[in-house]
């Protein structure tokens, strides 16, 4: 969508391209084998026993950490119970399984108890182990959670599961606002603008959405409380408003406007008003900004230099410098990382759109994808997954992929027909 807002702002011939900067291509390592069997039913009837370790598996793999185990190649007996102690750890590790999760469950009534165990293969032990207890509605966050504490088991540090995804997915004629959970589950629909709905970003606890709609058709900016759905219109007037990032505090939101000719990044309040203008240059075109995670820096794209390019600037506008010598006369839709030290962005290359992350000052640039037009980035929580618009190499119809922050492990998370794009990563539902 960033591209279809570039065609449709500029109308001039591109400029060669900058001075280059070491460019690589990085691959994924070893995965770990791990199993995960039908749970214990220890009382009750629940299908729990069966959706946990589905939605474990699924986060697992996403996660391009773990190899899980086909279930077909399982010897024990799906759902089989008992302890630690009548656990045969060699019908697991004769299949190359090095970690396995195994549970109980007991249900009564419409309370359902689950208790969920990491065991070392290799050493024969339980090694991580929690319970936990809800409704059948909680199940899946259930499984998330167990999930990230795999991962923080693993690596050091949670995981990003039972997080969500906003996106824009096409609904006849129309564009409206989605989100789902970001293994591509549970999808609720959010908006119904009958317009394009598009350029949605989250505020900082991730209960509310900022996004551009056409609903009367002008671009101005809205925003969305996720869960009641309903919906306040921020900006109204003269000025035409394309992608938003809130404040720290939420209070504030960072746009990009366009009033006759000027186009500018300014700084508005809840109810619209210009409380600062950030850039402000005749015939240049700056759009797309977003905060560093400090908010003390603004990365966003800009004309100025002939073809749209990246850029940071401290956050009044001061200190203005290009970060992106890709070897391309067309970049855009940058993102910060939630840990500063990474910028993702999208530059033409390969014969397609391409998502490429650097430092912040332009240094150490690589390129994350080779095929096909790729969008949107949007980074995890925890910086370490990216969330992009991809067509896969496979026609016009673009769909939502998330994969590593290094590239690896690019899976597929929405199947629309119609196209699916611009996601935004929000966070961790506790």
Same mark, same amino acid.
Not at 104 to 116: F, N
Not at 187 to 213: C, E
Not at 327 to 340: A, E, F, I, L
């Given at each position: 969508?960033?591209?279809?807002?570039?065609?449709?702002?500029?109308?001039?011939?591109?400029?060669?391209?900058?001075?280059?900067?070491?460019?690589?291509?990085?691959?994924?390592?070893?995965?770990?084998?791990?199993?995960?069997?039908?749970?214990?039913?220890?009382?009750?009837?629940?299908?729990?026993?069966?959706?946990?370790?589905?939605?474990?598996?699924?986060?697992?793999?996403?996660?391009?950490?773990?190899?899980?185990?086909?279930?077909?190649?399982?010897?024990?007996?799906?759902?089989?119970?008992?302890?630690?102690?009548?656990?045969?750890?060699?019908?697991?590790?004769?299949?190359?399984?090095?970690?396995?999760?195994?549970?109980?469950?007991?249900?009564?009534?419409?309370?359902?108890?689950?208790?969920?165990?990491?065991?070392?293969?290799?050493?024969?032990?339980?090694?991580?182990?929690?319970?936990?207890?809800?409704?059948?509605?909680?199940?899946?966050?259930?499984?998330?959670?167990?999930?990230?504490?795999?991962?923080?088991?693993?690596?050091?540090?949670?995981?990003?599961?039972?997080?969500? !995804?906003? @996106?824009?997915?096409?609904?006849?004629?129309?564009?409206?606002?989605?989100? &789902?959970?970001? *293994? +591509? /589950?549970? $999808? #609720?629909?959010?908006?119904?603008?009958?317009?394009?709905?598009?350029?949605?970003?989250?505020?900082?606890?991730?209960?509310?959405?900022?996004?551009?709609?056409?609903?009367?058709?002008?671009?101005?900016?809205?925003?969305?409380?996720?869960?009641?759905?309903?919906?306040?219109?921020?900006?109204?007037?003269?000025?035409?408003?394309?992608?938003?990032?809130?404040?720290?505090?939420?209070?504030?939101?960072?746009?990009?406007?366009?009033?006759?000719?000027?186009?500018?990044?300014?700084?508005?309040?809840?109810?619209?008003?210009?409380?600062?203008?950030?850039?402000?240059?005749?015939?240049?075109?700056?759009?797309?900004?977003?905060?560093?995670?400090?908010?003390?820096? !603004?990365? @966003?794209?800009?004309?100025?230099?002939?073809?749209?390019?990246?850029?940071? &600037?401290?956050? *009044? +506008? /001061?200190? $203005? #410098?290009?970060?992106?010598?890709?070897?391309?006369?067309?970049?855009?839709?940058?993102?910060?990382?939630?840990?500063?030290?990474?910028?993702?962005?999208?530059?033409?290359?390969?014969?397609?759109?391409?998502?490429?992350?650097?430092?912040?000052?332009?240094?150490?640039?690589?390129?994350?994808?080779?095929?096909?037009?790729?969008?949107?980035?949007?980074?995890?929580?925890?910086?370490?997954?990216?969330?992009?618009?991809?067509?896969?190499?496979?026609?016009?119809?673009?769909?939502?992929?998330?994969?590593?922050?290094?590239?690896?492990?690019?899976?597929?998370?929405?199947?629309?027909?119609?196209?699916?794009?611009?996601?935004?990563?929000?966070?961790?539902?506790?």
């Amino acid at each position: 969508m960033r591209r279809l807002v570039w065609f449709l702002l500029l109308c001039c011939f591109w400029g060669d391209a900058l001075a280059q900067t070491k460019l690589s291509v990085r691959g994924a390592g070893k995965l770990y084998p791990i199993a995960l069997p039908r749970l214990c039913l220890a009382s009750g009837q629940s299908d729990a026993v069966r959706e946990i370790p589905a939605v474990v598996a699924r986060d697992l793999e996403l996660s391009g950490y773990f190899n899980v185990i086909d279930p077909n190649a399982y010897i024990e007996t799906p759902g089989k119970c008992g302890g630690p102690d009548e656990l045969a750890y060699s019908d697991w590790s004769v299949i190359g399984v090095e970690g396995l999760v195994r549970g109980v469950v007991h249900s009564a009534g419409s309370r359902t108890k689950v208790q969920l165990y990491l065991h070392d293969v290799q050493r024969r032990k339980v090694v991580l182990g929690k319970e936990y207890e809800g409704d059948a509605s909680q199940m899946r966050r259930i499984a998330h959670r167990f999930a990230n504490e795999i991962m923080l088991f693993f690596t050091g540090q949670r995981g990003v599961f039972g997080s969500q !995804i906003a @996106f824009t997915g096409r609904v006849g004629r129309f564009k409206e606002l989605f989100v &789902m959970d970001m *293994d +591509g /589950s549970n $999808v #609720r629909q959010l908006t119904n603008d009958r317009g394009l709905a598009m350029s949605s970003s989250w505020n900082p606890t991730g209960s509310l959405l900022v996004y551009t709609s056409y609903r009367t058709r002008v671009p101005d900016l809205y925003i969305i409380d996720v869960a009641s759905r309903h919906i306040k219109q921020v900006t109204k007037g003269p000025g035409l408003e394309i992608g938003a990032k809130f404040s720290g505090n939420g209070t504030q939101i960072l746009t990009s406007r366009t009033v006759g000719k000027e186009y500018e990044i300014v700084l508005v309040n809840l109810d619209g008003m210009v409380l600062r203008r950030i850039t402000s240059s005749t015939g240049v075109i700056d759009v797309s900004p977003d905060w560093s995670p400090d908010y003390r820096r !603004i990365v @966003f794209c800009s004309n100025r230099a002939g073809g749209p390019q990246i850029y940071t &600037m401290n956050a *009044d +506008g /001061s200190g $203005v #410098r290009r970060i992106s010598f890709v070897s391309s006369n067309y970049c855009t839709s940058p993102k910060w990382s939630p840990k500063g030290d990474r910028l993702a962005f999208v530059c033409r290359v390969d014969a397609g759109f391409q998502i490429f992350t650097s430092n912040p000052d332009g240094s150490e640039a690589l390129q994350l994808t080779s095929f096909g037009d790729n969008e949107d980035p949007s980074w995890s929580p925890d910086g370490r997954f990216i969330a992009f618009g991809t067509t896969f190499g496979r026609g016009r119809v673009s769909n939502i992929a998330i994969m590593t922050n290094e590239g690896a492990n690019i899976q597929q998370i929405t199947f629309g027909k119609s196209g699916d794009s611009e996601p935004a990563w929000g966070a961790v539902v506790p």
